[in-house]
């Protein structure tokens, strides 16, 4: 019997041909109802082709309307095109350095991986940044050296190269030194270029640069629309041809994970609804995905969804959803003033129950100001919801409320950071 086990498995593998096509990180060939972006971005580009330099480009835009997708099916498209031998180009060379700052949060980060990856240590360029190392890797140099290195390289091999900032927003130490650095590099430069493109949910993030870092951007700018659910389920059916066995998905579940997810235009969700109602039909052994797999998969997708968005929070935002969470649970002051039971919190009550948190972990409290940040961030997660305070309280201040069950997210945070039960 055992050494059956693994035959009985494959044999067992029935509703997917491929899983990875509904990973949302998986680029298809081609981007339903994108073509506007993708042409916009090209047009941006394009520049380096020609041994100009393109503008700096901010893409903006909610979570799964397909920002990071586009961005990196054009620089595929570049890439193909870069690569085509009936393509003269000349001594044109054009490199393309992509990262995810959720990852690399640091201006040192930053620096570090943009020479350390492999389209900058070509053994076709001079003086490429690993030379001379005895490992492949610069840690432990300076900052100013490893600016040096990169001008080097640019400037005595005339590359124009194309920084992606994937999720810029999540660079938190440095970032005003980082645009600067990046974008006055040019000045200096008698030979190549180097532009940005920065891609984050968030468009405040440019209200977090100084008059010296914005000055020398002299970015564009795109807002990428929600998807809604006819758009959706296109887009889910073009991943269920190549993804799915034949004939193992009902449309009528197609059409209600696009109805689910058009709620907030959201195609990262409704792939990772798919993949996981697919999961349980295999799991059930069914012959095919049904709308009770659906249902089943969106309970299961939410809560994975709340469980990572708190668990990946630096540890004083914890605190801060912890301390929202437990007094949702008693009920606030809001609510006694007022008599209603809505759920929502006053800012100041949140503040003292923070720093009563605080104080119980040994960690020092941030200010109000670095309190009130943590809150705008929480927000931008969609873990609380806030408003501002209308008639029957004095003076104006913000209400809070949380988007999901307060016991589960205390259960998460109690987890995470050790806080006892009370």
Known sequence: MIKNLFEHE???RRIFRDISILSPHYVPQELPHRDK????VTKIIA???????PSNLFIYGGTGTGKTCVVKYVIRKLEEFLKDPERDLGDILVRVVYMNCKIRCSKYQVLLKALEDDSLNDEKLKNIPLEGRTERSLKGMDPADLYDRLFNVIQNNGVNLII??????????????LMYILTRINDELSSGHVSIIGISNDRRVKSR?????????CEEE????????IQL????????????????IDDSAI????AFAAQDGDARYALKLLQKAGEIAQNESKARVDLDDVGMAKDLVEKDIMTESIALLPEHQQIVIYSIANLALKGGLYQRLSGIGTGDLLTGEVYEAYEANCRALNRNPRTMRQFSEYLNELEMSGLIAMRLSGKGIRGTTRLIRLGYPPDEIIQIVRQSLGLESG
């Open 47 to 53: 520049p380096a082709l020609r041994n100009e330099k």
């Open 37 to 40: 972006e993708i042409r916009g």
């Open 164 to 177: 992606i900032l994937d999720e810029i927003d999540m660079v938190k130490k440095g970032l005003n030194d």
């Open 209 to 217: 640069l100084d008059p010296r870092s914005k000055s020398t951007l």
């Open 10 to 12: 494959l044999e067992e």
């Open 233 to 248: 389920r296109t887009i889910l059916r073009q991943r269920v041809e190549k993804g799915f066995q034949p004939d193992t």
């Open 222 to 229: 795109m807002i990428f629309p929600h998807y809604n659910a």
């Open 255 to 258: 059409r209600r994970i696009a």
